[in-house]
């Protein structure tokens, strides 16, 4: 039998939101009852600093993690990242994972807040 509390999260690491510069990052086995918002950037940062086909997304100081989609739930528009429910945002690095919202298969984008903000006010896709 399956644990409940343990799943796959993907991670959208977003380069740039004007060219949809992204790469998944697929995490297995995550236990979203022990880990915290904060255990889940550093492991989303080692795998930026240790994974293959990484070095572009290594240039980016990502801070912010916003869940994009829930298991079995609508998706938005934008491809990368959800530009609505800016309480989607996780705010708190001591927050565990299943307290925000987290199951298994949610998918999230991690990002420059501030390149977020800027794109939020102009939201054109560039080619």
């Not at 990368?80 to 309480?87: A, F, G, S, T």
Request: aromatic letters at 12%; glycine letters at 4%.
């Amino acid at each position: 039998m399956a644990d409940a509390n343990k799943g796959v999260v993907t991670v959208r690491l977003i380069k740039s939101f004007e060219y949809r510069t992204f790469k998944n990052v697929v995490l297995k086995n995550i236990d979203f009852a022990q880990t915290t918002v904060g255990d889940l950037k550093k492991q989303i940062q080692h795998e930026t600093a240790t994974g293959t086909g990484m070095r572009p997304f290594r240039t980016v100081e990502y801070d912010t993690l916003k869940i994009y989609t829930k298991a079995h739930g609508s998706k938005t528009n934008n491809l990368i990242v959800n530009l609505d429910r800016d309480d989607w945002v996780l705010k708190n690095d001591a927050d565990m994972l299943d307290y925000c919202g987290i199951a298994n298969e949610t998918e999230l984008s991690y990002f420059n807040r501030a390149a977020f903000e800027e794109f939020k006010k102009n939201p054109e896709v560039k080619w």
